[in-house]
């Protein structure tokens, strides 16, 4: 092997000046030195050399270990901050961030220091939203610090007062950064954060009040004030005020969250800073005691960024945020009175920054659209956060985290009672979840264990809840047969309760996401999606973005983590012989594309554009609209069937509970030859084709009746039986030896006006059920819907798109092992950059790339990271027993 070249002069000048400045040690300058040197031969590093060295400078102090002045331990990190050396390098944190994720993924850096990375982005993230609600809210409380710095200064020998608007915005930022820091638990939790924001606005709005000589700080038209506070004379109050509530009132807090924090964290906190004397005096803002408090809480924390290496969030408050957070790329023409410029420029670049990152708002997943409600009023990352939990509180308010009276009698209607082991099971299911919850965090085992019980008392009073509805719907579908079998799944209750406490997570925008909650619980992604679609079924309370996160979990394990080497997945189709269900085995008929005249290509799922509702639509509505083809769903499966896995035609299924009209059976319909009655063109277009509880619905089939020169007409129908025992159909669409595009309200043939007498021809089930068939149903479905979407993006051709999908499905099918711990985008990609190859039809792989990446669900990981083979254990292969390469690199392979 080659020795690779000397660093170039201007690499080595610029460690040399970085590491004088940074007063950094000779090993760590030397390892960074050489990591840049071997990515630079490897990788071509766009942009300036100094920002990727600042990267490498970053890793290698990390990675240092230096003994701490007095106690002898070893400290993580050789005491230079973060923010230094982005200083020292001109790099912004924003910049910083995007470049730290293309060093991690060509180092190929362990995953601990990725998720320490995450972190570091996470807090970051955290406190720029923090600050953005901190500005108007310290404006409410007291006056414009903007206004102040502008006030021309009337002599030379004026003195500057010590404790102005503007130093006691610094102060009161600072304190709340520097105490958010010794709570990790709170930290990098967006909910918690802004509630000890409110806490320490409340301190300094206290000890402004308190102190005689500082009330003109306050902002006279604060809704907060006590009363009689304009009189002259004010009488001294003894207790200091709280105004915890008017904030929560004023700004999106949650009162009894703020008050917990108040009352277990931050008043405890605040006196051991009295008792250490960094904060002093009976008032803090006191002309005294303030710049000794200044100066102290400001060292405090400057060795605490310096001991973690976090960077120094003071950052927002510097003349030089512009820089150091990240250069805006537009300006915004309206700058509102009091705000810097430099201010609107850091507000304006972030806000594209969080838009891009889409860090507290998850972005729309291309499927299970049809279970999202109506968009929101366009709201804060805070609001929007504060609200998600105000709506869990709502969703179990009244209810207890045991059993119902209603809960309980279906236990004891079983065979055996299942209560004795369900509460057991959940016990034991919160003991793992509060150690891991609370060992998650740098600080002791067992710190914060409040936080802990907390979530886990809100899961359970969800999980009790949520198990009652299914076992309710379970029931009325089974009418009173035994539940035993069901109410002892294991894995069932398992998923279901690790479901609510993720739910729980994510309301309070809890750092610990998916799939933490999973690996933690000990259970398998291949279980664990199938109750997913049942308990957004089952819980109407959900918000939008609730119902967009879970779909996006489910769509997380059909992608990649259900193919992973140690999945179920490969042990279930070991007990199936290795058949991989085609896609005409597992979807239903109706929901096939129709074919090409025989152009013997796969079948292509058809992609549902129902409405956006929310979550269980309970009966079928009749309006003309509705009745369309997206009406089958995708997967009608009991949760008896989810977790029975029963062979085909064992159980009959429903999709929305028992009150809503029952499913008529092709098979019942063949058997009594039940006469049929086409409703006429006029009769839908009035809507006076309308479904009563009590009527039953036929799903979509297909039905022949005799055409013209004895052809075969098939139709796809929806049928709704009267209490006379006929049927009225309502026809969507129609194919007569040739394509012939049909409206529901005017068929082309036949005529619809008069009665005919049809038999079906079909079944409207798919041909395999259970388990695995449910899985590969949707595992198709996700496909073809992005293939769908890639392809309308990039104007393919339907011959070609059909192609492309028979290639896709005869790699899954025949080739199952290929997605062994790869992602299906992968599989996708190449089928789609393949078959336009081959077909002349070529679209680049720059383009299909760039249509890639703006889907939602779209990682640069899934083609920056592409498995080409597992390399045995005895091959060393840059200490990995894997093969991982770019996608360009794999498609080479092809």
């Not at 942009?47 to 400078?57: M, S």
């Not at 293939?787 to 005869?810: G, M």
């Not at 599989?827 to 792989?845: D, G, N, P």
Request: glycine share 4%; net charge neutral; proline share 5%.
């Amino acid at each position: 092997m080659s020795r690779p070249e000397p660093p170039p002069a201007e690499a080595g000048a610029a460690i040399e000046r970085i590491c004088q400045e940074l007063n950094l040690d000779a090993a760590s300058a030397t390892e960074a030195l050489r990591d840049f040197t071997a990515l630079r031969g490897t990788y071509s590093l766009e942009g300036e050399a100094l920002h990727w060295l600042a990267c490498a400078l970053y890793v290698a102090c990390r990675k240092s270990l230096v003994p701490t002045v007095g106690s002898g331990r070893m400290m993580e990190g050789n005491g230079v901050s973060l923010t230094r050396i982005l200083r020292s390098a001109r790099l912004s944190l924003i910049q910083f961030f995007n470049k730290m994720k293309k060093w991690m993924d060509m180092s190929n850096l362990p995953q601990e220091f990725r998720e320490r990375v995450e972190r570091l982005e996470r807090n970051f993230e955290v406190s720029t939203v923090i600050f953005k609600k901190f500005e108007p809210i310290f404006l409410d409380i007291f006056q414009n610090p903007y206004e102040e710095a502008s006030k021309p200064q009337r002599s030379r020998k004026q003195r500057r007062v010590p404790c102005g608007v503007k130093d006691l915005f610094n102060f009161c930022w600072t304190l709340f950064v520097y105490t958010k820091g010794n709570f990790r638990m709170i930290g990098d939790d967006l909910v918690n954060s802004y509630h000890l924001l409110l806490c320490c606005l409340d301190l300094i709005f206290a000890n402004a009040l308190l102190c005689p000589n500082r009330r003109d700080l306050l902002n006279p038209s604060f809704k907060g004030l006590p009363a009689g506070f304009h009189a002259a004379e004010i009488k001294a109050s003894q207790d200091p005020p709280c105004i915890i509530a008017t904030l929560c009132e004023l700004h999106d807090g949650l009162l009894v969250e703020a008050k917990g924090i108040k009352e277990h964290y931050f008043k405890p906190y605040i006196s051991k800073l009295f008792d250490r004397k960094i904060l002093k005096g009976e008032c803090l803002l006191d002309l005294c005691n303030f710049t000794e408090n200044n100066k102290a809480l400001n060292k405090e924390y400057e060795e605490y960024v310096l001991t973690v290496g976090d960077f120094d969030e003071r950052v927002f408050l510097g003349a030089d945020a512009e820089e150091e957070i990240g250069t805006p790329r537009k300006f915004p023409a309206d700058v509102p009175v009091g705000k810097t410029a430099a201010r609107a420029h850091v507000e304006c670049h972030l806000q594209q920054h969080f838009e891009k990152k889409r860090s507290f708002a998850p972005s729309t997943p291309l499927t299970g659209r049809r279970y999202l409600r109506e968009k929101e009023a366009v709201i804060t990352p805070v609001a929007s956060a504060t609200q998600s939990v105000s709506r869990l509180q709502n969703i179990v308010a009244g209810l207890k985290n045991a059993p119902s009276e209603q809960l309980i009698a279906i236990f004891e209607s079983c065979a055996r009672s299942p209560m004795e082991s369900i509460m057991s099971r959940v016990k034991e299911i919160g003991d793992t979840f509060c150690r891991s919850y609370t060992q998650s965090t740098n600080e002791q085992p067992g710190s914060h264990i409040d936080f802990a019980v907390n979530r886990l008392k809100l899961a359970e009073i969800l999980y009790y809840k949520i198990l009652e509805t299914i076992m309710v719907q379970e029931t009325r579908r089974l009418h009173g047969k035994d539940l035993t079998a069901l109410l002892e799944q294991d894995v069932f209750h398992r998923s279901l309760m690790a479901c609510c406490l993720e739910i729980v997570l994510f309301s309070y925008s809890s750092p610990r996401t998916f799939p933490w909650i999973i690996e933690v619980l000990d259970l398998r992604p291949f279980y664990f999606y199938k109750v997913i679609e049942v308990l957004i079924r089952s819980e109407e309370g959900l918000s939008r973005d609730m119902v967009k996160h879970l779909n996006s979990i489910e769509e997380q394990i059909l992608e990649s983590l259900a193919w992973t080497r140690d999945s179920a997945l490969w042990s279930a189709l070991q007990a199936s012989e290795n058949k991989v269900p085609t896609c005409e085995e597992v979807i239903f008929p109706s929901n096939f594309e129709a074919s090409n005249g025989g152009s013997g290509l796969g079948h292509f799922p058809i992609m549902p554009i129902s409405p956006i509702i929310h979550p269980r639509v309970k009966e079928v509505r009749t309006d003309l609209g509705s009745l369309r083809r997206d009406m089958q769903p995708l997967s009608p499966i009991s949760v008896h069937e989810r977790y029975s896995s029963p062979t085909a035609g064992s159980a009959k299924r429903r999709l929305f509970g028992d009150d809503s009209p029952k499913e008529m059976h092709v098979e019942k319909i063949l058997t009594e030859g039940a006469k049929l009655t086409v409703a006429s063109a006029s009769s839908i277009a009035a809507e006076n084709v309308s479904v009563s509880p009590g009527q039953t619905v036929l799903t979509m089939t297909t039905a022949t009746v005799p055409g013209k020169a004895g052809q075969k007409v098939t139709i796809p129908l929806h049928g709704i039986a009267n209490e006379m025992g006929g049927i009225t159909l309502i026809p969507i669409s129609m194919n007569l030896g040739q394509p012939c595009k049909m409206e529901a309200q005017a068929p082309c043939h036949p005529p619809v006006n008069q009665a005919q007498e049809v038999h079906l021809s079909s079944a409207s089930k798919p041909k395999k059920t259970g388990s695995l068939a449910l899985f590969y149903r949707k595992v198709y479905h996700l496909a073809s819907v992005r293939l769908r979407d890639l392809c309308l993006k990039l104007d393919v051709s339907n011959d070609l798109r059909r192609k492309i999908w028979t290639c896709f499905e005869f790699t899954l099918v025949h080739c199952a092992d290929l997605m062994k711990d790869r992602h299906l985008d992968q599989l996708l990609l190449c089928a789609f950059y393949i078959m336009a190859k081959v077909t002349k039809e070529e679209r680049s792989f720059q383009d299909i790339m760039k249509s890639y990446r703006n889907q939602p669900q779209a990682n640069s990981h899934v083609y920056r990271s592409v498995l080409l083979r597992n390399i045995s254990a005895n091959v060393p292969l840059d200490k990995s027993a894997n093969q991982d390469v770019e996608m360009t690199e794999a498609l080479s392979y092809c």
